[in-house]
């Protein structure tokens, strides 16, 4: 099955965002830029995140390098959060 590709230019149109960002997203590792019929494009499964890096750069002015520190922050609290409720569930299952 073929991935569902959107268009890193109508991405940027209908965000108002500048493609220089998303090439700078790129850059440091945070998207993945897929080329269809040369024409750069990111996967609809990245969408989401591309989405909260975008609001993370519009909205609160962060450059690139406070995203990755934001991203990284946010997948560690993920991971703790996963943590806490094994955690959570082994307390649960011996006080039983």
């Known amino acids: 099955m073929a991935a569902e590709l959107i268009s890193i230019e109508e991405y940027c149109r209908h965000h108002h965002t500048e493609i220089t960002f998303i090439n700078a997203l790129k850059d ?7 080329y269809a019929e040369s ?3 990111i996967d609809a499964e990245e969408l ?3 989405e909260k890096y975008t609001r993370l ?13 934001v ?6 609290m993920e991971t ?3 943590r806490i409720q094994e955690l959570e569930y082994k307390l649960h299952f011996y006080q039983e």
Not at 71 to 76: D, I, P
């Open 39 to 41: 024409s750069p494009c």
């Open 57 to 69: 750069y519009n909205e609160l002015e962060l450059n690139i390098p406070g995203i990755e520190v």
């Open 80 to 82: 703790m959060q996963h």
């Open 28 to 34: 440091n590792g945070l998207i993945q830029v897929i």
């Open 48 to 50: 989401e995140q591309l």
């Open 71 to 76: 991203n990284v922050l946010l997948e560690k």
